[in-house]
């Protein structure tokens, strides 16, 4: 990747299409072989020996030594009493709207006569168990609680199994467990890493399998999550993972405050985050960045959001029509338009994992209360995936039934395509059928 400082002010039409393509590549996200081997280990470990490998791994890993895994409702109950009044009302806030979004997202029974006598449907059903993973560390994800938990809870699901590494005294981040408790959430478990994707996939003596497993983590849960959904007897698993990321749009009249205060936000997640501006105006592009080394001095996660920068663009390009275009090529995880009419560049957008619309709709709005879910495809998937919601737990199931009258009609063209791909049993589970009805008919 071509060496950039965050302050350097890329001319698009400058590049060629190799400097380009280098320009918008991610930095590289790749389990090592180390890693790789590292999980499949702890993987078999927990198949073959539970509870046992956890507590094992959560000495090593955790240095906590955990009892029991399960969370009881006391414990629960104790954890939310030590949050603020305050708190549980916002998070009840962005509870509200996330469920009543969600909600919306229900889909209605489909059913079509395709000719008469010919019956079908796609009806959908809950996915029976599901694991959500909650990383838990420097910045503990309670959101994404609410992200998971609650279109889980509408979907249907009955076993929602929540894991989250235990802090040092072996217990539950209290946010964390005020979260769950507001999600509905079926049962919390204290294990994290690796070892708690595997316990979800494969059970252990206290946690359940589960048929899908949802959330974050660090490179060895994402490797875990890739190793399980390729194992039989593993889990699916709710998309490809990556580093969070977010692409702004600004023109000339945008807020450079506003713009620098958008893309700090998303490199603080991580130093492997990516933050991308793309504006007509150089001029803009130059405060945005006197801005943003501002806001730089007094972050509390400086570090962090300093290494992210260095692997991140400011870009000019000729208008806005090229900014959406150079977008829709990136894919961005989060995009912010911040630019006169924002509305009217939506319809052009075709990837983007979520779309931010206006100065006052920050992308920290989805991270945590708008409604819209934060659990997005990233690096480049969204080209091709969606954002996670209520579909993510159900699976879609089609239902055909035909009359007398409508396999009498339709027999013919079935046998007719079954011996064209040499598929004899499948003819002739239409041909006794087609014979029996011409008995009746003669008959």
Known sequence: MTNFNFSDIIEWDALSEAERTDILRRPAVMAGDKITAVVSGILDEVESRGDAALRDFSAKFDRTEVKNFKVSKAEVDAAISRLSPEFIKALQTAAKNIEKFHSAEVLETVTVETMPGVVCQQVTRPIGAVGLYIPGGTAPLFSTVLMLGIPAKIAGVKEIVMVTPPSKDGNVNPVIAAAAHIAGVTRICKVGGAQAIAA????????????????????????????????????????????????????????????????????????????????????????????????????????????????????????????????????????????????????????????????????????????????????????????????????????????????????????????????????????????????????
């Open 200 to 443: 979800m996939a494969f059970g252990t003596e206290t946690i359940p399998s589960v048929s899908k497993i949802f959330g974050p983590g660090n490179a060895y849960v994402t490797e875990a999550k890739r190793q399980v959904s390729r194992r039989p007897d593993g889990a699916a698993i709710d998309m490809p993972a990556g580093p969070s990321e977010v692409l702004v749009i600004a023109d000339a009249e945008a807020d450079p405050r506003f713009v620098a205060a958008d893309l700090l936000s998303q490199a603080e997640h991580g130093p492997d985050s990516q933050v991308v501006l793309l504006t007509p105006s150089k001029t803009l592009a130059k405060a945005v960045a006197q801005a943003a080394a501002k806001e730089l001095e007094t972050l509390p996660r400086r570090a962090i959001a300093e290494k992210s920068l260095s692997a991140s663009r400011l870009i000019v390009v000729k208008d806005l029509k090229e900014c959406v275009e150079v977008s829709n090529r990136y894919a961005p995880e989060h995009l912010i338009l911040q630019t006169r009419n924002a509305r009217e560049l939506v319809p052009f957008v075709q990837n983007a994992g979520s779309v931010f619309v206006g100065d006052w709709s920050p992308e920290s709005g989805g991270d945590y209360a708008t409604g819209t879910n934060h659990v997005l495809p990233t690096y480049g998937c969204a080209a091709a995936y969606s954002s996670l919601g209520l579909a993510d737990f159900t699976k879609r199931m089609t239902v055909q039934e035909m009359t007398p009258q409508g396999f009498s009609e339709l027999g013919e063209a079935i046998a007719i395509l079954a011996h064209a791909e040499q598929l004899d049993a499948h003819r002739n589970a239409v041909l006794v059928r087609l014979e029996k009805l011409s008995k009746k008919i003669g008959g």
